[in-house]
């Protein structure tokens, strides 16, 4: 029997990890499936990638996918700030951070902000289902204001919507899916991927145990009855070549830094991702309308990340030894002579 | 006239901040330290921007007492707000020079006066209308040259070293020194002892560095890759020197690439955060805080603990608790850090005495934190950090670096992939890892705080998290005989003297005046935590140990006890110091004269 294996000359199960440990039917375990073929496709090598997440049951997920990469599962709302800094140490990792609403929208809130407005080179992905599931039922700050939680309290502070606030800090890329949507969430995971910048993907990922009932707003049957996308998204990667039949006019193409392209086939009104305010005005028409507005609200391919701003070389810091670290015998001489 | 005092004496400068005054008493004293001089400047400065009292005590001994000294033999009155206040300091028989205009109603009578007209010469003698407010303070440099006949090359050397990034600024500042010099020169005739003349034999191959100027040159020499701090007093000067050698000398000419990557987070949280990040990542990373940002690193210490990950962490102590004083100086974090965060943490803390070991440490614990995969503190102070000391020349390292146990890809072949993180493969505690990055199916594993077994993998076993525990424990044993001994000076004395850190100055000089006065006490000095079985042997050699601090709890001596024989633990007993000046010798020579009967 032969098995079909990618440009990595792996087959898809070497993208799998360990088994879940969460509910049965919670969105982040879609989530997670969306992200084994995603990272497959790309033909992503295990080695290169970094899984990376702060505290919570979307922190737990990057144990349940390429079981062979380096992963690190940190402490709360933080997942950023050990992103950036593996990230300057080795330039050559894919940076993957996973979060959720809890650690992204609370304590990880000044995290994730400053992470956008440095534009780290990363894929951040928000398992967002409104409430906290590990202790067991309370509100988060992404949950809409009026929804009611499982046992009958009524949220009654305006939520933290971590796109429009991406969008307000200049984030070089922000969509929002739902994890039920698998032909939207796996071409943004590879777009995001493929993306040299800080990449914010907001997935909205149903908690089936605490937060999936009526009067919520974060359930499956509320966000299949209100999800409009905004485009359909499809994928290019760099290796593959660009075979468009769609009819002139009805897709855009948005190529990034990597030579891959995103095609995005017009379902309604047209949105531009280039346009910053648009993207705005379309998260906001959509909250006023009660709609959940999901697809590629915004990208910059042009804007430089953090690493390239810095000055980071390619070649890894982590790698640099002793003779490109330290000054030479000759300069520490010079050197000390000056505190004479 | 009284006998000549020469070479031994204190000069005080009360100014205002933030009227570049500093760069006045820089100046004053590398023009003294050229004359072959020893100096051993202190600055006390208020955390505030500008318009506050500010003092430099800049003291000058034959020997190189490097202690503050809480006799002033010379006060330069430059402030009007503390001019009374000030006078109290000066020791019978000492000297005031002063602005003229401040009032002399009912001043003591046991000090002799030098009235200058400052504002009158800055205003008359001084062109520039933006600088004379920065070169009046030169004035008194002038005059203090005059009074203590300082040699103009000697003032023209101090100009010109304090100003070598920027030589267009000699000729104005030795104008204004001038103007001072002269004023001496016509207007007094010498009415007090103090003189300095040029010596030799002390300072020679020494030169003058700040600790936290030595930490940033020693962590460049240690490799750091990755740096993220977040600015805080007084630690942000070791970042600061460190970006400005990590330019000069970590730049790649050709392409602009930097070898050293140097992050301002957006607080002390991300800026650990970051530091571990790049540690797990195997590049050599550190942060730099203080009190209220070591505070907010405890949970990320506690990760880096119980994951396992390099990181160096410097704590440039000032005074706390909460906001505290946060520009002077104190002691009070080493119960702290040696076990921040919460649940058994437990850290490798390394307590450099001198700026040399500011340099050493700094440098070394780059090697202990990839050696042992754990956090490595760095506790320094404001007083060892800020302040000017006069040092030996630094050493170029022999040693490359030692990354530790780190399997690579060829490693793992030979393993055939057979390995596990937290394996104790050598029975020492210290486990090998893996770098992300490493071309091997074998190599991730995941990393976390939260429980795991010998594979890295989750588990809430009881056996197996108490297996880790003590593995931990094994890997800290192990650190305990690797890291910096104490240095024991010891002549068979009944009485000893434990101390750390800054201290050092104060405790040598206090040696020498004892001795002095026919009582000699030995001395061990602590440079790393866990202790040393040293202490424990130390304390058994004598009759009654003192263990020196600049904490309000006796903190050291709460761990030395901890760490002690039940029948050794009584001879130990403790002085403190933690009015957040750096400690004085008599702080130490008093308190034993009472308790030991020592002939004052």
């Not at chain 2, 907010?296 to 603990?305: H, I, K, P, Q, V």
């Not at chain 2, 520009?327 to 058994?344: E, K, M, N």
């Amino acid at each position: 029997m032969s098995t079909t294996v990618n440009r990595a000359g792996l087959a898809r199960d070497a993208y799998k990890g360990a088994a879940t440990t969460l509910c049965a039917g919670c969105g982040h375990n879609s989530i997670t499936n969306h992200m084994i073929k995603a990272l497959y496709e790309l033909g992503v090598e295990p080695h290169l990638l970094a899984k990376m997440s702060g505290i919570g049951c979307s922190s737990k997920t990057p144990a349940y996918f390429v079981e062979t990469a380096h992963g690190f599962n940190g402490v709360h709302g933080r997942m950023p700030a050990l992103t950036t800094g593996a990230h300057l140490a080795n330039r050559q990792l894919i940076m993957l951070g996973v979060s959720g609403d809890g650690d992204t929208a609370s304590i990880g809130l000044g995290q994730f902000m400053h992470m956008i407005r440095r534009n780290v080179d990363c894929t951040y992905i928000i398992e967002d289902n409104g409430t906290y599931g590990l202790t067991k039922g309370q509100f988060s700050a992404t949950a809409d204001l009026g929804s009611v939680q499982k046992k009958g309290a009524v949220n009654t502070f305006q939520p933290i919507d971590p796109c429009a606030v991406a969008l307000a800090l200049g984030c070089s890329f922000v969509a929002r899916s739902f994890s039920g949507d698998g032909k939207q969430v796996v071409p943004l995971i590879k777009a995001a991927i493929a993306h040299r910048g800080t990449a914010i993907l907001d997935i909205i990922s149903p908690c089936v145990t605490f937060n999936d009932h009526d009067g919520s707003t974060k359930s499956y049957s509320w966000v299949k009855d209100h999800e409009e996308s905004i485009a359909d998204v499809s994928f290019i990667p760099y290796f593959e070549e660009v075979q468009v039949d769609y009819e002139p006019g009805t897709v855009r193409d948005v190529r990034l830094h990597d030579g891959s392209h995103i095609l995005l086939k017009k379902l309604g009104d047209d949105h531009d991702p280039t346009d910053r305010r648009a993207a705005i005005k379309v998260i906001e028409e959509g909250r006023a309308e009660g709609h959940l507005v999901t697809g590629l609200l915004y990208v910059d391919a042009e804007m430089s990340d953090f690493a390239t701003t810095e000055h980071i070389p390619q070649r890894p810091l982590k790698d640099l030894g002793e003779d490109e670290l330290r000054m030479t015998r000759d300069e520490f001489v010079q050197f000390m002579s000056e505190f004479a | 006239m009284t006998e000549s005092i020469v070479n031994d004496l204190t000069i005080q400068a009360a100014t205002v901040n933030g009227s570049g005054s500093q760069t006045a008493n820089l100046v004053l004293t590398r023009a003294i330290f050229h004359m072959g001089i020893p100096v051993a400047p202190k600055n006390v400065f208020p955390s505030n921007i500008e318009g506050l009292p500010t003092w430099y005590q800049l003291r000058i001994t034959p020997e190189g007492h490097m202690a503050r000294s809480d006799k002033v033999d010379i006060l330069i009155a430059f402030n009007v707000a503390t001019w009374r206040e000030d006078l109290k300091s000066v020791r019978p028989g000492g000297v005031v020079i002063h602005e003229e205009a401040f009032s002399t109603a009912d001043v003591r009578t046991d000090i002799v006066y030098y009235p200058v007209p400052f504002s009158k010469l800055a205003k008359s003698k001084i062109q520039s209308d933006t600088l004379r407010k920065q070169l009046a303070n030169m004035i008194y440099v002038g005059v203090v040259a005059g009074l203590l006949g300082i040699p103009w090359g000697a003032i023209e050397h101090g100009v010109k070293r304090q100003f070598l990034p920027k030589p267009k600024a000699v000729p104005v500042n030795l104008d204004a020194i001038k103007v001072g010099y002269d004023y001496w020169q016509d207007n007094f005739s010498k009415q007090d002892p103090y003189r300095l003349e040029p010596m030799t034999g002390v300072v020679e191959g020494k030169v003058l560095v700040e600790g936290n100027q030595a930490a940033a040159l020693g962590a460049l020499m240690g490799g750091v890759t990755v740096v993220a701090w977040y600015p805080i007093t007084p630690s942000s000067s070791l970042c600061e020197y460190l970006i400005a050698y990590a330019d000069r000398f970590r730049v790649d000419e050709k392409t602009g690439e930097k070898h050293v990557s140097v992050v301002q987070a957006e607080d002390e949280l991300a800026a650990v955060g970051m530091a571990i990040g790049a540690g797990w990542a195997g590049a050599r990373a550190m942060t730099s805080t203080s009190g209220p940002g070591i505070s907010l690193m405890a949970e990320f210490s506690g990760l880096a603990y119980y994951a396992e990950v390099p990181v160096v962490i410097f704590d440039i102590q000032r005074i706390g608790p909460s906001t505290g004083l946060p520009t002077r100086t104190s002691q009070a974090d080493i119960g702290f850090v040696y076990t921040l965060s919460h649940g058994d943490t437990k850290h490798l803390v390394l307590l450099p005495g001198t700026v040399e070991e500011c340099y050493e440490f700094a440098r070394d614990a780059f090697d202990h934190s990839d050696r042992f995969q754990t956090p490595v503190f760095v506790l320094s102070d404001l007083d060892l950090g800020m302040n000017l000391w006069m040092t030996p020349e630094f050493k170029y390292p022999e040693k490359g670096f030692d990354r530790g146990k780190v399997l690579s890809k060829q490693d793992l072949e030979k393993l055939a992939g057979e390995w596990g993180r937290y394996r104790d493969v050598d029975g020492d505690g210290v486990t090998y890892r893996t770098i992300p990055g490493t071309d091997h199916p074998a190599a991730g594993y995941f990393t976390r705080g939260s429980g795991h077994d010998e594979q890295a993998r989750y588990t809430e076993s009881a056996e197996a998290y108490a297996r880790n525990m003590d593995r931990l424990s094994r890997k800290l044993e192990t650190a305990r005989h690797a890291l910096p001994a104490p240095v024991v000076e010891e002549s068979g004395a009944s009485i000893g003297l434990i101390a750390f850190g800054s201290t050092h100055s104060a405790v040598i000089e206090a040696r020498e005046t004892l001795a002095a006065a026919g009582k000699a006490i030995d001395y061990l000095r602590v440079r790393a935590l866990p202790l040393s079985d040293d202490v424990a042997e130390f304390v058994r050699r004598h009759d009654h140990v003192y263990v020196v601090e600049q904490n309000r709890d006796g903190q050291l001596f709460d761990l030395i006890r901890l760490a002690l024989p039940a029948q050794l633990v009584e001879r130990v007993r403790s002085i403190r110091h933690y009015n957040g000046q750096p400690i004085p010798a008599a702080a130490i020579t008093e308190p034993l004269i009472q308790l030991e009967a020592v002939p004052a």
